[in-house]
């Protein structure tokens, strides 16, 4: 039976559309990595983007535990598609390989009336980035991210690895956010027109380091 070999890699944000795809395409270039996105709400499917933008021949790209239909919370997409979603449904996949998680949304978006995204870092005990892109009000919602993280990783599994800062970083609210949030910056990200696997290989390059630290 294949084993897990390293802690995987959770990937998770202050909301929607702040960068945990593209932040989940450089890790997994940089470790070659395993992808997958248990949770898909909506499509396109993030595993196929994912899949276009990484170059290395050694990462395998898992098929979702949940594919939904409506890019809405997962909780109310799975209700229109007439299923529950289970976290003890919800299996890692058998790879060699180490693996990145790709949340859905934010840390508390809700899959169920019990359960939130951060509750998958919590099952599989990974080792958890946050991406946050900053814009007017980011830092509160940064903050705040850090704080729920910090109070669950106390009495869970899982563990904080980093932040990730993506699209125009703005250096005083960075220091702020670093120095409230007593976690390292792993990597920042500027604002890019076009995003491709050249993009994405040079930022793997970047960042290799800090994660194997």
């Known amino acids: 039976m294949m084993t897990q070999p390293q802690r995987p890699i959770f990937i998770t944000a202050i ?3 702040s960068g945990k795809t593209l ?14 996105k248990p949770i898909q709400s909506g499509l396109p499917r993030d595993t196929e ?9 050694v990462s395998q790209f898992h098929r979702e535990a949940y594919l939904l239909r409506e890019p809405l919370s997962p909780h109310a997409s799975a209700a229109i598609d007439g299923v529950t979603i289970d976290l003890n449904q919800i299996r890692l ?5 180490r693996i990145v998680i790709e949340g859905a949304g934010g840390i508390l978006v809700p899959l169920n009336d019990t359960d939130f995204v951060i509750d998958l ?5 990974a080792e ?35 932040i990730v ?22 990597l920042r990200i500027g604002k890019h027109e076009v995003v491709n696997k050249e993009l994405v290989k040079k930022y793997a390059a970047e960042v290799r380091e800090r994660l194997c630290a």
Request: net charge negative; with cysteine; charged share 15%.
């Open 121 to 125: 870092a919590d099952r599989f005990a």
């Open 23 to 36: 932040v989940s395409a450089i890790i997994t270039e940089a470790l070659q990595a395993d992808y997958w």
């Open 128 to 162: 958890v980035i946050l991406v946050t892109n900053l814009y007017l009000g980011s830092i509160n919602h940064t903050l705040l991210s850090v704080a729920e993280l910090k109070r669950r990783a106390a009495m869970g599994k899982f563990a904080l690895k980093g």
């Open 165 to 186: 800062f993506n699209q125009c970083p703005v250096e005083s609210s960075e220091q702020i956010i670093l120095h409230h949030a007593g976690l390292p910056c792993l």
């Open 93 to 97: 996949p058998m790879t060699h390989n």
């Open 15 to 17: 909301g929607t559309d």
């Open 49 to 57: 983007t994912v899949q276009s933008l990484v170059s290395n021949t």
